[in-house]
C-alpha cells in the first residue's frame, strides 16, 4: 500500500475520538443519535482502508474496534495518526478523504431510499469532515433530489425516519438541508393501508421541522393499487389526517380517480390552506357547494388549472369575484359543458389576468364557451400575455387579425407575448391587410391543418419580436426556404425558432404573385445580367443561378429582407408593374 503509507508521513496527522467530537464551530456537541449511526460505518470505512494492517489483529473478531482497542493493537499506526500539535485531534484531509469514500453508494442515487445516510451524517460531524464529505455526497445523488419527497409504494420508512433526524441536526448546526426541500408527493393510490398511519406520521414529524421553502402539496389518487385499493372514506381520512401540519403550503395540485367523485374532506384542508394558497390545480374532482365556500376564502389566488371537474351548474361564477388578484386560469374539459357566466365572470372580476386557456379534449362542437366572453376577457384583462385556445370552433383567422393582435378597435396598449391556436380547424379564411402586434414572441398553429400560408406571411413580417413558430405540417414544405431568410431555424418536429439577427421591419402585406410575369425572348440580355449576380425572377418564383427554386408566391416584404442579406440590387422584369406597391410601401428599390 504505497500510497497509504506515504500519506502516514505527512505532518499534522491526526484523529478525532467519537463520539466526544467538536461540531462545526456553534454546539459543543453532537446528538449521540447522529454519531452512532456514522460510527460504525466510519469505523468499518477505516478496516477496510487499512484491511492489510489491521486483517492479522481482526480477522476472528465479530465485535466493531474501539478507539482503545486500535491503539492497543497498531500502536505505530495510530501513533503516526495522532497529532500532538493539535488539543483536539483530527484526521489530515487526504487519510479523512480516503476513508469517506468508502461510504459512497455503488450506483448513483436517485430516489430517496439510495441516498448514502452514513455520509450525510458523517458530513455534519464536525468542520473538516464537512468540508471532505459534501462534495462527495453532492456527486453521489441526484441534482435536485431532496426537493420532493414523495410518498408511494417505494418509500423507506425507516430511511426517512434517519432522513428527518439528519434534517433536525442540520438545522441546530444553521445548515441548509431543510432548505432544499420544495415539495412533498402523496401518492394514495400506491400506498397501503395498513402502513399508512406510519408514513403519514413521518410526514408530520417532516412539517414539523417547518421547511421554510416547502410551499407546495401534490396529492394523487388517479389509478389506485387494485390489490390494496383504499375506500372513499380512507381517501378522505388522509385529507382529515394533513390538516394538522399542512400550514406553510402554498400551492395544491390534486389528482382524482375519476371526475364524478366528491372528495368531500377535501373542503376542510382548502379551508385550512386558505390563508395562504396562491395557486391550485384540480384534476378529475367535484367542485360542490362545500368546496364553493372553501374556494371563496382563497383570497390571496394567483394561479387556478382546472382539469376534466364536475362543477354544479356555473358555480365558479360566484368564486371567481373573491379572486380580485387572479393571473392565471386554464380550464381543460373533454365533455360538453357551458361556461359562459364563469368567463364573463372572469373578464369582470379579474382584471389583472395575464394567462388564460381554454382546451377542448372533446369533439369541435363541445365548445364551452362564446366568441363574446372571450373577446370580453382579451378586451378587459389589458395584461394579458397568453392566450391559449384549443380545439375552438369560432375561432377565425379575421377574430385573431382584427382582435387579438392588432389595436384597430382598442387604443389600449396589449402585452400579449405568446398565442396557441392548438388544433383549430376554421382558421380557413385569409389574412387581410391590417397593423400587426409587436409585443408577440411566440406562436404555436399545431394541427391547424385548413391554415392558409399568408397567415404565416402576415405573422412573420408583422410581428417582429416572433422568436418561435410551431407551423401546421401541410405548410412545412411551402414556408421551408422563405422562413430561413427571416432568421428562422428548424428547432424540433414542426417548432422554428429565430437565430441571432435582426428582425423584419414591418411592411404592409401585398402579394406580387399577380405584378411579374414570365420574361420573354427579347429580354434575354436582362435575364443574364441578373443570372450574373445570382437572382433570377420569372412566374413569381425566385432562383438561384443553379436554378433551385428560393421563393414562390411571397409578400413584398420577403423579397426585400432576401434582397438585404443576398443582393445588393433586385432585377424586376416589369418595374413598372410595381412602382405603386413600392412607392405606397416607402421602401426604395433599385432597378436595372
Same mark, same amino acid.
Given at each position: 500500500?504505497?500510497?497509504?503509507?506515504?500519506?502516514?508521513?505527512?505532518?499534522?496527522?491526526?484523529?478525532?475520538?467519537?463520539?466526544?467530537?467538536?461540531?462545526?464551530?456553534?454546539?459543543?456537541?453532537?446528538?449521540?443519535?447522529?454519531?452512532?449511526?456514522?460510527?460504525?460505518?466510519?469505523?468499518?470505512?477505516?478496516?477496510?482502508?487499512?484491511?492489510?494492517?489491521?486483517?492479522?489483529?481482526?480477522?476472528?473478531?465479530?465485535?466493531?474496534?474501539?478507539?482503545?482497542?486500535?491503539?492497543?493493537?497498531?500502536?505505530?499506526?495510530?501513533?503516526?495518526?495522532?497529532?500532538?500539535?493539535?488539543?483536539? #485531534?483530527?484526521?489530515?484531509?487526504?487519510?479523512?478523504?480516503?476513508?469517506?469514500?468508502?461510504?459512497?453508494?455503488?450506483?448513483?442515487?436517485?430516489?430517496?431510499?439510495?441516498?448514502?445516510?452514513?455520509?450525510?451524517?458523517?458530513?455534519?460531524?464536525?468542520?473538516?469532515?464537512?468540508?471532505?464529505?459534501?462534495?462527495?455526497?453532492?456527486?453521489?445523488?441526484?441534482?435536485?433530489?431532496?426537493?420532493?419527497?414523495?410518498?408511494?409504494?417505494?418509500?423507506?420508512?425507516?430511511?426517512?425516519?434517519?432522513?428527518?433526524?439528519?434534517?433536525?441536526?442540520?438545522?441546530?448546526?444553521?445548515?441548509?438541508?431543510?432548505?432544499?426541500?420544495?415539495?412533498?408527493?402523496?401518492?394514495?393510490?400506491?400506498?397501503?393501508?395498513?402502513?399508512?398511519?406510519?408514513?403519514?406520521?413521518?410526514?408530520?414529524?417532516?412539517?414539523?421541522?417547518?421547511?421554510?421553502?416547502?410551499?407546495?402539496?401534490?396529492?394523487?389518487?388517479?389509478? #389506485?393499487?387494485?390489490?390494496?385499493?383504499?375506500?372513499?372514506?380512507?381517501?378522505?381520512?388522509?385529507?382529515?389526517?394533513?390538516?394538522?401540519?399542512?400550514?406553510?403550503?402554498?400551492?395544491?395540485?390534486?389528482?382524482?380517480?375519476?371526475?364524478?367523485?366528491?372528495?368531500?374532506?377535501?373542503?376542510?384542508?382548502?379551508?385550512?390552506?386558505?390563508?395562504?394558497?396562491?395557486?391550485?390545480?384540480?384534476?378529475?374532482?367535484?367542485?360542490?357547494?362545500?368546496?364553493?365556500?372553501?374556494?371563496?376564502?382563497?383570497?390571496?389566488?394567483?394561479?387556478?388549472?382546472?382539469?376534466?371537474?364536475?362543477?354544479?351548474?356555473?358555480?365558479?361564477?360566484?368564486?371567481?369575484?373573491?379572486?380580485?388578484?387572479?393571473?392565471?386560469?386554464?380550464?381543460?374539459?373533454?365533455?360538453?359543458?357551458?361556461?359562459?357566466?364563469?368567463?364573463?365572470?372572469?373578464?369582470?372580476?379579474?382584471?389583472?389576468?395575464?394567462?388564460?386557456?381554454?382546451?377542448?379534449?372533446? #369533439?369541435?362542437?363541445?365548445?364551452?364557451?362564446?366568441?363574446?366572453?372571450?373577446?370580453?376577457?382579451?378586451?378587459?384583462?389589458?395584461?394579458?400575455?397568453?392566450?391559449?385556445?384549443?380545439?375552438?370552433?369560432?375561432?377565425?383567422?379575421?377574430?385573431?387579425?382584427?382582435?387579438?393582435?392588432?389595436?384597430?378597435?382598442?387604443?389600449?396598449?396589449?402585452?400579449?407575448?405568446?398565442?396557441?391556436?392548438?388544433?383549430?380547424?376554421?382558421?380557413?379564411?385569409?389574412?387581410?391587410?391590417?397593423?400587426?402586434?409587436?409585443?408577440?414572441?411566440?406562436?404555436?398553429?399545431?394541427?391547424?391543418?385548413?391554415?392558409?400560408?399568408?397567415?404565416?406571411?402576415?405573422?412573420?413580417?408583422?410581428?417582429?419580436?416572433?422568436?418561435?413558430?410551431?407551423?401546421?405540417?401541410?405548410?412545412?414544405?411551402?414556408?421551408?426556404?422563405?422562413?430561413?431568410?427571416?432568421?428562422?431555424?428548424?428547432?424540433?418536429?414542426?417548432?422554428?425558432?429565430?437565430?441571432?439577427?435582426?428582425?423584419?421591419?414591418?411592411?404592409?402585406?401585398?402579394?406580387?404573385?399577380?405584378?411579374?410575369?414570365?420574361?420573354?425572348?427579347?429580354?434575354?440580355?436582362?435575364?443574364?445580367?441578373?443570372?450574373?449576380?445570382?437572382?433570377?425572377?420569372?412566374?413569381?418564383?425566385?432562383?438561384?443561378?443553379?436554378?433551385?427554386?428560393?421563393?414562390?408566391?411571397?409578400?413584398?416584404?420577403?423579397?426585400?429582407?432576401?434582397?438585404?442579406?443576398?443582393?445588393?440590387?433586385?432585377?424586376?422584369?416589369?418595374?413598372?408593374?410595381?412602382?405603386?406597391?413600392?412607392?405606397?410601401?416607402?421602401?426604395?428599390?433599385?432597378?436595372?
Amino acid at each position: 500500500m504505497p500510497y497509504l503509507v506515504s500519506l502516514f508521513s505527512a505532518s499534522q496527522i491526526g484523529w478525532v475520538t467519537p463520539p466526544e467530537i467538536k461540531l462545526i464551530d456553534r454546539n459543543p456537541t453532537i446528538t449521540a443519535s447522529v454519531v452512532r449511526a456514522s460510527y460504525r460505518s466510519v469505523v468499518t470505512a477505516i478496516v477496510n482502508s487499512f484491511a492489510s494492517i489491521l486483517r492479522p489483529a481482526y480477522s476472528n473478531s465479530l465485535d466493531w474496534p474501539t478507539w482503545a482497542a486500535l491503539s492497543n493493537t497498531v500502536p505505530r499506526l495510530m501513533a503516526a495518526l495522532v497529532n500532538r500539535n493539535h488539543s483536539q #485531534p483530527c484526521l489530515v484531509p487526504d487519510v479523512l478523504n480516503q476513508v469517506l469514500r468508502h461510504l459512497l453508494p455503488a450506483t448513483h442515487a436517485t430516489i430517496l431510499s439510495e441516498t448514502p445516510w452514513d455520509l450525510f451524517a458523517s458530513s455534519m460531524v464536525c468542520r473538516s469532515w464537512y468540508i471532505e464529505a459534501r462534495p462527495l455526497l453532492d456527486k453521489s445523488i441526484q441534482l435536485g433530489l431532496f426537493r420532493t419527497v414523495i410518498y408511494n409504494n417505494r418509500f423507506d420508512i425507516d430511511g426517512m425516519k434517519r432522513y428527518i433526524d439528519i434534517l433536525a441536526e442540520s438545522r441546530r448546526n444553521e445548515l441548509d438541508d431543510l432548505d432544499q426541500i420544495e415539495q412533498v408527493t402523496i401518492d394514495v393510490s400506491s400506498l397501503e393501508y395498513y402502513r399508512l398511519d406510519q408514513k403519514l406520521n413521518t410526514l408530520k414529524e417532516l412539517f414539523h421541522l417547518r421547511p421554510r421553502n416547502l410551499v407546495e402539496l401534490k396529492i394523487v389518487i388517479a389509478r #389506485p393499487n387494485q390489490m390494496y385499493s383504499m375506500t372513499l372514506n380512507e381517501v378522505n381520512n388522509v385529507f382529515h389526517d394533513l390538516r394538522p401540519f399542512s400550514h406553510p403550503i402554498k400551492r395544491l395540485d390534486l389528482k382524482g380517480y375519476r371526475y364524478t367523485t366528491d372528495y368531500t374532506k377535501m373542503n376542510s384542508l382548502l379551508t385550512l390552506l386558505s390563508p395562504q394558497l396562491e395557486s391550485l390545480r384540480l384534476t378529475h374532482c367535484t367542485i360542490s357547494l362545500g368546496t364553493n365556500s372553501a374556494l371563496r376564502m382563497c383570497s390571496r389566488m394567483r394561479e387556478v388549472s382546472l382539469s376534466d371537474v364536475h362543477v354544479t351548474g356555473e358555480a365558479l361564477a360566484f368564486v371567481l369575484p373573491a379572486w380580485p388578484d387572479l393571473r392565471q386560469f386554464h380550464y381543460t374539459h373533454s365533455n360538453r359543458q357551458k361556461l359562459d357566466h364563469t368567463i364573463e365572470a372572469l373578464a369582470i372580476s379579474c382584471p389583472r389576468l395575464q394567462s388564460f386557456a381554454l382546451v377542448n379534449l372533446g #369533439p369541435m362542437d363541445n365548445t364551452a364557451v362564446t366568441i363574446s366572453n372571450v373577446c370580453a376577457v382579451v378586451t378587459r384583462c389589458t395584461e394579458l400575455r397568453s392566450l391559449r385556445l384549443v380545439r375552438i370552433s369560432w375561432v377565425r383567422i379575421s377574430w385573431v387579425v382584427g382582435l387579438v393582435l392588432t389595436d384597430a378597435s382598442h387604443k389600449r396598449y396589449r402585452r400579449l407575448e405568446n398565442l396557441d391556436l392548438e388544433g383549430c380547424l376554421n382558421l380557413d379564411d385569409r389574412v387581410t391587410v391590417g397593423a400587426g402586434w409587436s409585443e408577440l414572441r411566440t406562436l404555436s398553429l399545431a394541427r391547424c391543418d385548413r391554415l392558409d400560408e399568408s397567415f404565416l406571411e402576415w405573422a412573420v413580417g408583422s410581428c417582429p419580436k416572433l422568436e418561435k413558430m410551431v407551423i401546421p405540417g401541410h405548410l412545412m414544405e411551402k414556408t421551408n426556404m422563405w422562413i430561413r431568410w427571416h432568421g428562422f431555424h428548424r428547432h424540433r418536429g414542426n417548432t422554428w425558432k429565430r437565430e441571432g439577427g435582426q428582425p423584419v421591419a414591418p411592411l404592409s402585406h401585398y402579394t406580387f404573385r399577380s405584378c411579374l410575369r414570365t420574361p420573354s425572348y427579347a429580354d434575354s440580355d436582362v435575364i443574364r445580367k441578373s443570372r450574373a449576380m445570382g437572382v433570377y425572377i420569372g412566374n413569381t418564383s425566385l432562383y438561384q443561378s443553379c436554378g433551385r427554386p428560393l421563393l414562390s408566391q411571397v409578400s413584398i416584404f420577403s423579397v426585400y429582407s432576401f434582397t438585404r442579406r443576398y443582393a445588393r440590387v433586385l432585377i424586376f422584369y416589369s418595374p413598372s408593374s410595381l412602382y405603386d406597391l413600392l412607392i405606397h410601401s416607402k421602401v426604395r428599390w433599385g432597378f436595372v
